[in-house]
């Protein structure tokens, strides 16, 4: 990949690590961009984060098999491809993408090795439309504008047809579910193929998350409510709830350990803890057209759409949504990253025009 360029916001240090400081009983006071990561305050703020391999931007972030400059870790090329990639997902060895070019599924390893093709299939209109691809159960599962939800072996073979009118789906412990256009959410067992309905009469759901404490979706709301009606719903126990509601226009959405995030249209990113039952914060009000969440700890990556111009994918920012952090400013960690995005423990993987990066969370 091409080395991230942008400097992180390393007021974010302090906010995202205890450690950064010194921990919660250090009497050191420390100056960006150093840090005391090691806790001994004997030798002071010995870290540089804008520099350190091993501390790059906050304590204990490694960059792995990347470098660390201006507090950023730099991207790492997975694979290039002749063809534009706007689906990615991931097993525990293997890529996988949705290619624009037709129907196309191409699973290459972690490491960037042993690059196969293991479906082509009409996609439908040529209009571009929303591509979504999961992978659960040693299967993968697919969605094209105007073609079924599909389905191919991770090793290869025949290709079945699974739904009609999906426009997304997701992979969740043992299968995938997926939103259909008439407002209905479904799953399929990984080892079926006969789906099973969740939840009717939505309001355009857009997006969903699934964590242990039961599915999360964003329902965009209607256009005839100017989409004031929008809301962020769960599934729990076989009861559909609203988590959020008076949500206008939510979009993407993501989870983390005891909470819920999501984007709306109007350029907020939105988060609520699962034990709260009365308040949602705004986390950033300046992101538009958020086309990923990954959440790792407290620390939110959202990839951003790409630009006309960009010859690979959207921008890529870092925010700070600890309990105790206010609405703050995202800090871009790379330009023209990807057009999709996934992530494992330790890396962020995206797709884009020209293939696939990955880069160390």
């Not at 790492?76 to 993408?97: K, M, N, P, Q, R």
């Not at 990839?303 to 206010?326: C, E, K, M, N, V």
Request: net charge negative; aromatic share 6%.
């Amino acid at each position: 990949m091409i080395s991230l360029r942008i400097p992180a916001a390393l007021a974010l240090v302090c906010a995202l690590a205890l450690a950064a400081c010194g921990g919660s009983d250090a009497a050191l006071t420390c100056t960006a961009p150093m840090a005391d990561c090691d806790g001994n305050a004997d030798n002071g703020c010995e870290t540089n984060l804008t520099t350190s391999h091993d501390h790059c931007g906050r304590c204990a972030r490694s960059c792995l098999d990347g470098t660390c400059t201006n507090g950023v870790c730099s991207e790492l090329t997975v694979s290039t491809e002749t063809s534009a990639s706007s689906g990615i997902a991931i097993d525990d060895a293997a890529i996988y993408t949705l290619q624009d070019s037709g129907a196309t599924v191409r699973r290459v390893l972690k490491d960037g090795t042993s690059p196969t093709t293991l479906a082509t299939v009409s996609a439908g209109p040529t209009d571009p439309g929303y591509r979504s691809i999961a992978v659960e159960g040693a299967r993968v599962w697919w969605i094209t504008p105007g073609a079924p939800l599909r389905m191919v072996p991770t090793a290869g073979g025949a290709v079945t047809d699974i739904a009609d009118g999906a426009t997304a789906v997701f992979s969740y412990g043992g299968g995938v579910t997926f939103i259909k256009s008439d407002g209905t959410i479904w799953a399929v067992p990984a080892d079926q193929t006969t789906p099973t309905k969740l939840a009717t009469s939505l309001k355009n759901p857009f997006d969903l998350t699934q964590g242990i404490n039961g599915f999360f979706w964003a329902n965009e709301g209607t256009l005839a409510s100017s989409y004031t009606d929008g809301a962020i719903e769960v599934n729990a126990n076989a009861s559909v709830s609203d988590f959020a509601a008076n949500e206008p226009r939510p979009q993407v959405i993501g989870q983390g350990t005891g909470f819920v995030v999501w984007s709306l249209a109007d350029g907020r990113i939105r988060s609520k803890r699962i034990d709260d039952l009365n308040v949602a914060k705004d986390v950033t009000s300046s992101l538009f057209g958020v086309a990923g969440l990954e959440v790792d700890n407290y620390i939110l990556y959202a990839l951003g759409s790409p630009s006309a111009s960009s010859t690979r994918g959207g921008p890529l920012f870092a925010l700070d949504i600890s309990i105790t952090a206010t609405t703050s400013t995202p800090t871009q960690q790379g330009a023209n990253v990807g057009r999709a995005m996934v992530s494992d423990d330790k890396w962020l993987y995206a797709a884009g025009p020209t293939g696939v990066w990955k880069v160390a969370k």
